[in-house]
């Protein structure tokens, strides 16, 4: 049967309703993989103009605020005369160090105020990486007063901005990562697919034997023979290689399967039947059908890539700072340290279970919305 | 620094008073005791008694030299108890070492000062200090109860450390002029060292850990796997299916810095405790018992060590440690822990944990030695490096207070290098040098020095057009903190339009790259702090690895001229310095030589520093005694070895 | 069948070869060799390495020869006479270091994966059954959640608060007294006691990928037109539901045993560590990072070996358990 | 007899049972969907009587399987019974409603299975691969009547006994997989007899087999009944069918019921239209199509358009080697329809395949004679010339579903082969495609939907614009009517006959089902094991076939009038 499984939209939209539309209608039914999109979408949003979310200069070390707590924000502004306002502002911190613990020791100053401004100015950055620009969606009125949203690391740094320009790496790895062993899965696996016989076979033991290699001592090895000389962009290209390398087996084996499958769809004969050349019926028949399925492996499989990043730079062989990517920050939390005395050091952690949990959400939506057709 | 160290070590005389006749002060003056503990009878731990009545151990008198070396203890002790350390996965085999590894022919004083008799109960050393004369304490035993003689330390040195088929070339420590000195046996308690050269440096070297050549090897034991004793030794490296005797050699007997070392129970050593439970690769924890045969006694006559057995738990990563700490679980731990940014989570635990922090004075002088590469490969480079008013200039760029504020937890003071503030031959210029924050000069200096253009973003350019950058190695795994401190240097940096690139790279990789001098610049803790004379690579070109402002002269140096490069003079003329200092067995003239040399390293100001070398600490559980408030904390000083563990006991 | 099994054996030693030099050659690549690292390793607590053992220590070790010299050496090793070489850190047989740390991995991996399924399995089939419920939902999120929090961190969190709060003794599987001590009631026990923490980090990725692939696997079959036939005949739900779509939805579960044999030396390496477990994932790493050559060679080696077998293995069992595969 | 004696148990048969088993009031059974509810059983009323057939007749979607599936309270989620009552009138006189019943409750169990039995239309995916036959049949019985697993495979054995199952004792411990589709439908058939039901549903059982196996199960459920006393609900769509073994009919269009009442009252005197159109459409496929009639003969002289000779094509090789088509010759002439009929297997479809080189035949010559005359051999064909013949040689599929691409609009799909053959392009390609929907007789307007939005039948018609659109000279249709409701098919036959003499066609008709064929095609070839049994013109093989084979395939073929039943008075063929 065909019945397609939207029926509560009206017929008359349905009959002209394309792959995508329908699969999008199916889609919005899944709640939480709406929410996921939601998510994401803002994840990378985020991602794509970190500057402009960010409040601080993510690199910018301050002497004067080495573990500083993150700050309560303040919502209701009680003015002297009593009269009252709701105008976001913070009280600084004022730090004292224990002299025998070296315990930095953050009290809130009642007596001083900085307010907390939508759009307002801060340092200035380039948006897009064209403009320059100090626009920022929060900043605080009073730039001596740096604003601590999650509090700030061991050198004083703002973990609030260096998620925010963590996401960028860490997003964009996981992306990059599954795109690049896409093109190899689609090239290998639709290779082996449509023409089968020896290519196939050929491209099978490459497949088994890809997957036959251990992926951690892999990464492990690989990762540690880069050249650390290289620039951070070259190095962070490299790790995306190298995570791919063992991931593009996996959808090769996706793709091929589809492809065999679609070989014997009637409609890739008709289309052949019409006199469609090699490349338009892989292309123009073949791909479309499959291509939903793909975007959902993809969702599924970028978390994982993130998760790797992250695993890689725990073990100090992933990205390195400067760079800052989640991993790299998870990394400088590693301690007990950070656990005891600056939980909120973490935060990155939670950016990474969000980010991961919502993909997934996402990717398994997409699945179960791939094909609108057999329902 | 050193003083505060004097005030609590009654019986550490100032450095200067020492003679070449101590060696016999030192011993005279405790040597009455020994017959005082006899008198009464020495003591032995319950355990062994025990067994002494069985009949399963010799009594004690029969087992411990006749004039055991006594230790004059803060507090006479009692026995029992075990002890708990921690050790990471991977090579961590001198943290076994350091605990009991240090029972060489002398030892250190705790204040790193004097040389102190040891297993060697006296020695006469010749005028021009070639011929070293040790006399050794009769009836001393190896731990499984074997004699120990003059034969013990020949064969290990003669045999062993000599034989090119164990060590291609034979440990520094005994090496002169790149000679190795000869053991020579005079009866079963007196040997002789003697030198082809002077050898001042000879004692001190003995007392630190890869000295301990000497009393390493036991012959009764080790010989076997030795084909001059045992012809037959090419079965046993066949049934042990290894490839040659070297390696069933070092598999059984060890060498000083290697894991197997602590990977056989049955090899005889004179250390307090000895293994039962092997450091190997699938170890989960090392565990050592008590040396019945240990040959020291503490002044009421009770043979050390007064704990019976040593737990070394094995953790894959350092985080556990912490924790381990943190709850309690380690009773004296320094090692992988004593990381200044570690201290404040520990101090808050300090009730939980039921432990006192101990403070480890860092012998070293620097924290954050940043070494630019005066023998750069790219002459351009060179040139801007070699000249004084380019160091000088990045020196006074650099705000060091702000670094020390945040970097170190405000634990430190601007500083360049040579001797700690307190050290007799602290030299004030060599420390404090342009090390004021002072942006005006600096700049005036570059402009002066042609590098007045600037590009767009306001860094400076070279008179070739070329931006001023450069690169400094480090190793983030290794000393994070350095990274930081840098990052901040770089900000400042680049206020001065200098443009700098902090490279992080993995250790390996650092190495590398320093050995084929293909570093712009690196860094590195600077050493020399409290053992100047043992480890001078920032006062000259001395260590081919250490030395990374100008490898190249340092190899020139080791090499006697044979490779490197020629050094400029001002290097030369140190070199030669050191060479005489080494050769000065009087402390006296070797510190106005030292004075002389450092003289030299202030005006050439070859390295910037950023700080002096932070102060390390360890935890100790509170029913700890006769645990040091603070001590070194330095591979010459192999602590805690040299404040005698043996010594150490649990109060309740 | 056999024949099928003989062409599979065949086919993992050329693979195995390759293998092999792959391995050598990626250990080789980072700058440096093992003495570089082991001098590095020591200065890290600032401990200095006598210049002249450096150079030594590379002419006994052989790395002053060129690579490919050295990987004849020792594969020859391997191939001739079984030996896989002496690990240069702990100047100790390879093999020997190896099956030291493999008993407790052994025990490890079996119990986490005990609990895997334990858990996975009934979850799995709840949720596919109750499709789209309140419970599904619930189910759905937290195995996601388990799959999105990275292990090491878990591991780190649980850790201390065990240790802190609870001053539970984490890190090994043994408490002192039992370390060494023979088996008996008391170790396991002990053992268990210990146990409980690495399982559960462990577990929790792998259960949360289970639960989806058994998810996936029953919604599947639930509405296949044999389920309605044995409805038809008036069995119960339940019984209904264990005899036929359970049974079926269960095979793609056997294809796991192919990653679980190769995770009994790798999958568990960074929580070991964080949790300093002796099992095998920590040594590799050790070796892998201290270019112990022959050791992680060895390593790399076996976890490929495993990973072929395994999924041998998995086969074949697909085959005994699935009469469609088996006779056709 | 034994089957009686081992089903026996405490209040079993009493002396006279009721005639009178399942009475169905009023049956409503709703599958609650996002915009609403779609009624799919809506108050049908029935009887089941001890010993009689009933048939429940309609086309696809006309709610017959769910009524059936309501009454074991085994409707597929979301659907549930709304209102309607279901008496089971017991043997020993007691009746229980079932609607009343929890559908997961035990009282509805007990029914299911040991008083009401059902069998379904997939025998291969209604039984479990991993199971054996033995496993899953002895199951019904240790569940109702608490046999030993001995006893239960004892008898067990005998019902396959029953069942014809070959070789019984080793068939009990094989996988279904192994069976042929027949004998699988007789293992359905045997679990469901297993505790002597009163009642015995069968849900299009014969619809997925060929007509000769068709009629053994058909045969085979009509004796049981008569052993077993019981009663049998028929499900189907197949007119012949029911004229072949119903006692009462009642015919079900959109959830309703249309008429009810005696076989022979519903096939000679239909009252409701419905019921007519359907009777009508049956028959209407009985003879030659008028369209025939009307025209002149091919003169034999005419030189065939198609000449296939020898033609092999083999899967596989060495010895699982399958000869798919094996030395077959068959000739094409402008304009006529060749017939081309078989059962499953026989190698009609590959052999269709065949000709358009969709498989590579290993042996023999497809002639095809050019339009300027000329011929060539299509088995030899390179690339080009290929490409250039399948213009003229076109194709249409069994599946309307599988054949149209979901993801491409109607325009698209026919404009397809013109676009890649650069025949048109934009606006005239539109305008081409609009023609063509209206050749087939599809709203033109309709162009820019997506088949999904179609019917079967409709989808069909796209599929023959999609065939026609290159102005092909021959046809190949591939069953190209079987998956339709028989009121749709002879519409569909029709409109290619219409197409045929405007377009001056030739079709190759591939199909199994002879009345297609007679109405049809002007010469039939028999396909029997790869191999032409027979060839001649339709009125000849259909009327008077000379080969054995032929002989019993007509035979087995159900007549839509009752009192013409002859299936019983079939002969077998059993290949020499």
């Known amino acids: ?375 | 620094m050193s003083e505060d160290i004097q005030q609590r070590t009654p019986h550490c005389r100032r450095l200067d008073r020492r003679s070449v006749l101590k060696g016999f002060a030192g011993a005279t003056a405790i040597s009455a005791l020994p017959y005082a503990a006899r008198a009464e009878g020495a003591k032995e731990a319950p355990a062994l008694a025990k067994l002494v009545v069985d009949g399963k151990l010799a009594p004690l008198a029969d087992r411990i030299p006749a004039s055991p070396m006594v230790v004059t203890v803060e507090k006479v002790g009692r026995y029992g108890g075990a002890l708990r350390r921690g050790l990471r996965g991977s090579a961590d085999h001198n943290g076994i070492l350091r605990m009991v590894g240090n029972q060489g022919l002398v030892r250190w004083n705790l204040a790193f000062t004097e040389v102190l008799p040891n297993v060697a109960e006296k020695w006469e050393v010749n005028a021009d200090s070639t011929e070293f004369t040790f006399h050794l304490r009769k009836g001393m035993k190896w731990s499984d109860g074997h004699p120990f003689t003059a034969d013990d330390i020949v064969f290990a040195i003669e045999d062993c450390a000599k034989n090119t088929e164990l060590y291609k070339s034979p440990p520094t420590p005994i090496v002169i002029g790149g000679k190795a000195g000869t053991v020579t046996k005079i009866d079963d308690t007196t040997m002789k060292f003697t030198f082809a050269s002077p050898y001042a440096l000879f004692l001190e070297q003995m007392a630190t850990p890869l000295g301990q050549h000497p009393t390493l090897f036991a012959k009764h034991y080790c010989s076997q796997f030795h084909p001059k004793y045992n012809p037959a030794v090419a079965d046993l490296v066949k049934a042990a299916n290894l490839s040659d005797w070297g390696t069933l050699f070092r598999s059984k007997c060890g060498d000083i810095e290697i894991p197997t070392r602590w990977g056989n129970a049955d090899k005889p050593t004179l250390d307090p405790w000895v293994i039962k439970e092997p450091y190997t690769g699938g170890a989960t924890r090392v565990v050592m018992e008590r040396n019945p045969y240990f040959w020291q006694v503490d002044t009421a006559g009770n043979q050390l060590p007064y704990i019976d057995r040593l737990n070394f738990n094995i953790s894959q990563d350092v985080e556990s440690l912490m924790l381990d700490v943190i709850s309690g679980r380690l009773d004296i731990q320094e090692r992988h822990i004593d990381t200044l940014q570690n201290k404040p989570t520990l101090s808050q635990n300090m009730q939980k944990g039921g432990y006192r922090l101990i403070e480890l004075i860092n012998s070293g002088s620097q924290q954050v030695q940043i070494y630019l590469n005066l023998t750069h490969k790219d002459p351009k480079m060179r040139e801007m490096f070699a000249n004084k008013e380019f160091r000088k200039a990045l020196s006074l760029g650099m705000n060091r207070s702000e670094i020390i504020e945040l970097v170190y937890l405000g634990q430190s003071q601007p500083y360049q290098a040579g001797p700690r503030p307190g050290h007799p031959w602290y030299h004030a210029t060599l420390a404090t040098q342009f090390s004021e924050f002072d942006q005006a000069q600096a700049n005036a200096i570059l402009d002066k020095l042609g590098y007045a253009k600037k590009d767009a973003n306001g860094f400076r350019l070279r008179p070739d057009g070329q931006k001023i950058f450069f690169a400094i190695d480090v190793i983030p795994t290794l000393y994070p903190d350095e990274v930081d401190a840098l990052e901040l240097a770089k900000r400042h940096w680049a206020d001065i339009g200098i443009d700098i690139k902090v490279n992080t790279i993995e250790r390996a990789l650092y190495y590398t790259r320093g050995d084929n001098n293909d570093h712009d610049a690196a860094v590195w803790p600077g050493p020399g702090g409290l053992d100047p004379m043992l480890d001078p690579r920032d006062f000259f070109a001395q260590h081919t690895q250490g030395s990374r402002y100008a490898v190249p002269w340092a190899q020139w140096y080791v090499s006697g001229g044979k490779d490197g490069q020629e050094p400029p003079e001002s290097q030369k003329q140190r070199m030669k310095l050191f060479d005489q200092a080494r050769a000065t067995a009087d402390l006296q003239k070797r510190g106005e030589i030292m004075k002389q040399l450092f003289d030299l390293t202030a005006d050439a100001f070859e390295t910037i520093g950023i700080c002096l070398a932070v102060n390390a600490f360890g935890i100790c559980k509170t029913n700890l005694a006769n645990v040091p408030a603070k001590y070194p904390n330095s591979w010459s000083w192999p602590n805690p070895g040299p404040a005698l563990p043996q010594q150490f006991f649990f109060s309740t | 069948m056999l024949r099928f099994i003989a062409k599979r054996l065949l086919w993992m030693v050329p693979s195995l070869i390759v293998v092999s030099f792959l391995a050598f050659v990626l250990i080789q690549l980072p700058p440096g060799d093992y003495v570089t690292t082991f001098i590095a390793t020591l200065a890290a607590s600032n401990e200095v390495v006598d210049q002249t053992t450096a150079a030594d220590l590379r002419a006994r070790f052989g790395l002053d020869q060129p690579m490919i010299i050295q990987y004849l050496k020792w594969i020859s090793g391997i191939l001739l006479h079984g030996d896989f070489g002496l690990s240069f850190e702990w100047q100790q047989p390879v093999s020997n270091l190896i099956w030291e740390r493999m008993a407790l991995t052994l025990v490890l991996t079996f119990s986490t994966l005990l609990a895997t399924w334990g858990i996975a399995l009934p979850v799995g089939v709840y949720s596919a059954v109750k499709k789209y419920s309140v419970g599904d939902y619930v189910v759905t999120f937290l195995s996601f959640l388990g799959l999105a929090i990275p292990s090491f961190l878990l591991a780190l969190v649980l850790m201390y608060i065990a240790a802190v709060e609870f001053g539970q003794e984490v890190g090994g599987l043994f408490s002192e007294a039992y370390v060494n001590a023979p088996w008996s009631f008391g170790k396991v026990l002990d053992l268990l006691h210990h146990l409980w923490i690495p399982v559960i980090i462990l577990a929790a990725s792998g259960t949360a990928s289970l639960i989806r692939v058994m998810r996936a696997n029953m919604l599947d079959e639930l509405n296949k037109p044999y389920v309605t036939t044995a409805r038809a005949k008036g069995l119960s739900e339940f019984h209904l539901l264990v005899k036929y779509p359970l049974r079926l939805a269960l095979n793609p579960f056997i294809s796991t045993i192919s990653w679980l044999l190769p995770n009994l030396v790798s999958g568990s390496i960074i929580v070991a560590i964080v949790l300093s477990l002796p099992t095998a994932g920590p040594l590799l790493l050790q070796s892998l990072m201290s270019q112990d050559m022959y050791l992680a060679g060895a390593f790399v080696l076996l976890i490929c070996a495993l990973t072929l077998i395994g999924s041998l293995i998995s086969d074949i069992l697909l085959a005994l358990v699935d009469p469609r595969i088996r006779l056709e | 007899m034994s089957l009686i004696d081992l089903a026996t148990h405490a209040g079993a048969r009493s002396a006279t049972p009721p005639s009178l088993i399942l009475e169905v009031k009023d049956l409503v059974t709703h599958f609650p969907v996002r915009n609403g509810i779609v009624k799919a059983v809506d108050g049908v009323s029935l009887t089941l009587e001890r010993g009689k057939t009933l048939c429940i007749v309609g086309e696809s979607g006309s709610g017959k399987s769910v009524t059936a599936r309501s009454i074991l309270q085994i409707v597929d989620a979301p659907g549930r019974i709304v209102s309607g009552a279901m008496m089971l009138h017991r043997a020993d006189g007691t009746s229980v409603d079932l609607a009343k019943f929890n559908p997961r409750g035990r009282e509805i169990r007990a029914v299911r299975g040991r008083e009401i039995a059902m069998i379904f239309q997939e025998p291969m995916s209604s039984l479990s691969p991993v199971h054996t036959v033995g496993d899953q049949m002895m199951e019904v019985l240790r569940l109702h009547l608490d046999m030993g697993k001995k006893q239960a495979r004892a008898r067990c054995i005998e019902l396959l006994k029953q069942v014809e199952i070959p070789d019984v004792e080793r068939a009990i411990d094989r996988y279904t997989f192994e069976f042929s589709g027949g004998m699988r439908q007789r293992v359905m058939i045997a679990m469901a007899l297993a505790c002597n039901p009163s009642l015995l549903i069968a849900d299009e059982p014969t619809t997925a087999l060929d007509v000769t196996t068709q009629a053994e199960i058909l045969d085979l459920i009509r004796r049981l009944q008569q052993q077993h006393g019981m009663a049998v609900m028929f499900i189907t769509h197949d007119m012949g069918v029911v004229a072949e073994i119903a006692d009462d009919v009642l015919v079900m269009h959109r959830g309703k019921v249309m008429e009810s009442g005696t076989v022979d009252a519903i096939f000679h005197s239909p009252q409701n239209d419905y019921t007519r159109m359907l009777i009508g459409s049956v028959l209407k496929l009985e003879q030659k199509a008028e369209i025939r009639l009307r025209r002149s003969p091919i003169a034999d002289e005419t030189l065939p358009v198609l000449q296939v000779r020898n033609l092999s094509m083999q899967f596989g090789s060495g010895k699982n080697a399958l000869k798919a088509v094996d030395d077959v010759s068959l000739t094409v002439k402008p304009g006529e329809t060749l017939g081309i009929v078989g059962e499953s297997g026989s190698g009609k479809t590959t052999m269709g395949r065949c000709l358009l080189r969709i498989y590579d035949p290993s042996a023999g010559a497809i002639d095809y004679r050019r339009p300027d005359g000329s011929t060539l051999d299509l088995v030899k064909a390179d690339k080009e010339t290929l490409k250039a013949c399948r213009r003229e040689i076109r194709m249409i599929f069994q599946d309307p579903v599988g054949s149209l691409n979901p993801r491409m609009t109607v325009a698209q799909i026919v404009g397809e082969p013109l676009l890649v053959n650069r025949i048109a392009a934009g606006k005239q390609l539109d305008d081409r495609v609009a023609d063509l929907l209206q050749q087939v007789g599809l709203e033109p307007s309709w162009r820019e939907r997506y088949p999904h939005a179609f019917s079967g039948g409709q989808r069909q018609r796209i599929g023959i614009a999609r065939a026609i659109a290159l102005n092909p000279r021959v046809i190949v249709a591939d069953e190209a009517t079987s998956a339709l409701d028989v009121s749709l098919r002879s519409q569909m036959l029709d409109l290619m006959m219409g197409l045929q003499d405007k377009l001056g066609l030739s079709y190759v008709f591939i199909s199994h089902d002879i009345g297609v064929i007679r109405y049809m095609c002007d010469r039939v070839a028999v396909m029997y094991r790869g191999r032409v049994v027979e060839t001649g013109s339709a009125e000849q093989v259909c009327n008077s076939p000379t080969h054995a084979y032929t002989q019993a395939l007509l035979s087995a073929i159900p007549r839509p009038d009752p009192r013409a039943r002859s299936i019983h008075r079939r002969h077998r063929y059993t290949a020499a």
Not at chain 1, 18 to 33: G, Y
Not at chain 1, 67 to 92: E, K, T
Not at chain 1, 316 to 337: F, K, Y
């Open chain 1, 1 to 375: 049967m065909t019945d397609i499984a939207i029926s509560h939209v009206d017929s008359r939209q349905l009959a002209v309703a394309s792959q995508w539309q329908l699969v999008w209608w199916a889609f919005k039914r899944h709640r939480l993989a709406m929410a996921g999109l939601v998510v994401t979408a803002f994840f990378y949003i985020v991602a794509a103009a970190p500057g402009f979310f960010a409040v601080n200069d993510p690199s910018q070390q301050n002497a004067r605020a080495a573990y500083h707590p993150p700050q309560g924000v303040h919502f209701i502004d009680l003015a002297a005369d009593g009269s009252w306002s709701v105008r976001p502002y913070i009280h600084p911190y004022a730090l004292k160090r224990d002299p025998q613990t070296l315990q930095a020791v953050y009290r809130e100053d009642e007596t001083r105020k900085s307010y907390i401004r939508f759009f307002g100015t801060g340092y200035a950055y380039k948006l897009f990486g064209l403009f320059d620009t100090t626009t920022h969606l929060i900043a605080t009125d009073n730039k001596s007063e740096p604003l601590f949203l999650l509090g700030a690391d061991r050198l004083g740094r703002c973990v609030y901005s260096r998620i925010i320009q963590g996401a960028q790496i860490s997003l964009s790895v996981g992306l990059a990562g599954v795109l690049l062993s896409l093109t190899i899965g689609i090239v290998l696996g639709g290779l082996s697919g449509y023409y089968g016989g020896r290519i196939d076979f050929a491209v099978q033991r490459l497949i088994d034997f890809v997957l036959s290699l251990p992926s951690i001592p892999i990464w492990l090895a690989l990762s540690a023979a880069l050249p650390h000389d290289w620039p951070a962009t070259l190095n962070y290209f490299m790790i995306t290689l190298i995570l791919s390398l063992t991931a593009w087996a996996q959808l090769a084996r996706v793709v091929r399967g589809r492809f065999l499958s679609l070989r014997t769809e009637e409609f890739v004969t008709a289309a052949r039947l019409d006199g469609a050349s090699e490349w338009r019926v892989i292309f123009r028949h073949m791909l479309p059908s499959f291509t939903s399925h793909i975007i959902a492996s993809i969702s599924l499989a970028i978390p994982a890539m993130i998760l790797a990043e992250t695993s890689l730079s725990f073990l100090g062989l992933g990205l390195q700072p400067p760079t800052i990517s989640w991993g790299v920050l998870l990394r400088e939390a590693q301690n007990i340290r950070s656990i005891a005395t600056a939980p909120w050091l973490f935060a990155p952690g939670a950016a990474v279970v969000i980010a991961v949990i919502a993909l997934n959400f996402l990717g398994d939506g997409l699945r179960d919305a791939a094909d609108p057709y057999n329902k």
